[in-house]
């Protein structure tokens, strides 16, 4: 039943690519949109993207208007988390660009390409994947690694005065590699357990950076924008505001 309803559905391409059908349709991008590169870690918050934060960023920046491109390194997961257990799975291998390619719904681009040139800005979404593949610091803290492809474009973006907008954890990749960045991952104390990843704050302070105590951060000197995101134990509509926060003054300081 599946392989007829999926030829069905292949047998009336005009659907997906007739101009006409779609005329007048979705026209608010304009010849002066902001392009945006968004940098994946896999799919799954604990071994991958954190898919809200991730499908919150493509939202907000669909609404502001943006040229969206999606990136993820074409390398192997640090391990595979059954996400119903909270367990990693024995003797089973991921693609971070495959499992990637899930929430790009298959429009996904080695981050090997990646070019400065090419976009105006640049966003990490969070979950473990930025701290188990995108670098190393679920593993090694302030002494981590930083994939060089990541290491590569934060710096690149930095040195061009583009903008970067980071959230949850992945603002550790911002103070590892940039120097005197200021970032925010929420609050430095537990606080009764609604910010149980406080001490993440405490390894920013150690990398060099300078950690802020805000829902959302502007680091106006190097153009670097964050939110804790799902750093905080809140309801969700906040933490789609919080990065909705970050989405718009990564667009402001583009100029588009």
């Known amino acids: 039943m599946f392989s007829s309803k999926l030829l069905a559905f292949k047998s009336v391409p005009y659907l997906l690519k007739s101009p006409s059908v779609h005329a007048g349709l979705h026209t608010s991008a304009s010849c002066s949109a902001a392009k ?23 939202v907000h920046l669909s609404r502001g208007g943006a040229e969206v491109k999606m990136y993820a390194p074409n390398i192997t997961q640090m391990h595979v988390i059954d996400h119903g257990k909270g367990a990693p799975v024995e003797n089973e291998s991921r693609n971070v660009l495959t499992e990637s390619a899930r929430i790009a719904r298959g429009n996904i681009t080695d981050l090997a390409k990646l070019s400065v040139s090419n976009h105006d800005a640049i966003i990490f979404p969070g979950g473990f994947g930025a701290a188990k593949n995108l670098s190393t610091f679920a593993v090694d803290g302030t002494d981590c690694k930083v994939n060089k492809d990541v290491e590569r474009v934060l710096k690149d973006f930095h040195k061009a005065g583009k903008p970067i907008g980071l959230c949850c954890i992945s603002p550790v990749l911002a103070a590892k590699v940039l120097s005197g960045v200021e970032v925010t991952v929420g609050n430095e104390e537990e606080d009764g ?14 990398l060099g950076a300078k950690h802020v105590i805000k829902e959302a951060h502007v680091d106006e000197k190097n153009k670097v924008v964050t939110s804790p995101a799902f750093m905080c134990e809140t309801k969700l509509h906040l933490i789609f ?12 300081l583009t100029g588009k």
Do not use: F
Not at 193 to 206: D, L, V
Not at 241 to 252: A, C, E, H, P
């Open 193 to 206: 357990g609604r910010w149980p990843y406080a001490a993440t704050a405490g390894a920013i302070k150690a």
């Open 36 to 58: 945006v590169a968004v940098v994946l870690s896999g799919c799954g918050v604990y071994d991958g993207t954190e898919i809200h934060e991730a499908s919150a960023i493509l």
């Open 241 to 252: 505001d919080g990065i909705g926060t970050m989405v718009s003054n990564v667009l402001k």
